[in-house]
């Protein structure tokens, strides 16, 4: 396993659009309101994670800006209500950004550094909210996590990256654990259904049991900046996310609840 004492899990896709932020940041708050101290880190220069984790409005500063300058992330860390302790990516320059792009490219152990050096309690869940793969940061957060989850919908599109989930898959350690989640079903589209008998079909065992099925509960929580979970807890999607969860967290070694702060300086959100 991985030699930090702290427990990354990767969310990432190989399409555009699957929904990992959406999925990091319910994830992340699940994991906290039980007790693990946890940290999610948005590795997307898009910065949606904060918003979903309660930001009403993007993070100017983040660990991009902080990293170019060489000063330490938890500076820009920010915590919600729930418990999660957030980096948020933070507004970076292009000349910031293309200082970035080279050290990612020069040093492949670079993300899994930077975490290192953050003062975080040990059994931490570190989530991270990775970028479209095969983006460097996201064969990064592939090559330490000790969780993988490969996020897809069900689509046609989804069945033919096939290889793409197979690269992916690929890079992770020989013993982290790893699994493909289904996120957005439908099942009243045909095309949706035999979408998912192709990707059963695909990769067996790989696949969750849990599929988060699409409701308006989940874009009702993100607008009143909470959890679907605390929104709707008797919702499909509720349900769903929960069973995901409650997967991720047995695979993770026991944490000691009273460990909490994970950054202390975090500012609330």
Not at 22 to 29: C, D, G, K, Y
Not at 173 to 179: E, G, T
Not at 194 to 222: F, K, R, S
Not at 228 to 233: L, Q
């Amino acid at each position: 396993m991985t030699a930090l004492s702290i427990h990354p899990i990767a969310i990432i896709s190989p399409l555009g659009g699957a929904g990992c932020t959406t999925l990091t940041a319910h994830l992340a708050t699940l994991a906290a309101v039980q007790g693990r101290p946890c940290l999610a880190v948005d590795l997307c220069i898009q910065n949606m994670l904060g918003r979903h984790l309660g930001l009403q409005h993007t993070a100017q500063a983040g660990w991009a800006t902080l990293a170019t300058r060489q000063q330490w992330w938890g500076q820009g860390a920010l915590s919600n209500s729930d418990g999660v302790d957030l980096l948020p990516f933070g507004v970076a320059s292009t000349p910031e950004l293309d200082v970035l792009q080279r050290e990612w490219a020069l040093t492949p152990q670079w993300l899994s550094n930077r975490l290192q050096a953050l003062d975080i309690p040990a059994h931490s869940a570190i989530f991270l909210d990775a970028p479209t793969w095969p983006a460097p940061l996201s064969c990064q957060a592939l090559t330490l996590a000790q969780v993988v989850l490969i996020v897809l919908d069900a689509s046609a599109r989804s069945c033919h990256a096939q290889a793409l989930v197979a690269q992916a898959l690929a890079l992770a350690p020989v013993d982290a654990y790893c699994a493909i989640a289904v996120n957005r079903v439908d099942p009243r589209r045909p095309s949706q259904r035999a979408a998912l008998e192709t990707l059963h079909a695909q990769w067996g065992d790989l696949m969750l049991p849990y599929a988060v099925h699409e409701d308006e509960n989940i874009a009702q929580a993100c607008e009143h900046a909470t959890n679907v979970c605390a929104w709707a807890p008797h919702a499909q999607s509720s349900h769903d996310l929960q069973g995901i969860s409650q997967w991720l967290m047995e695979r993770l070694p026991a944490a000691l609840p009273a460990q909490r702060v994970a950054l202390p300086l975090a500012q609330p959100i």
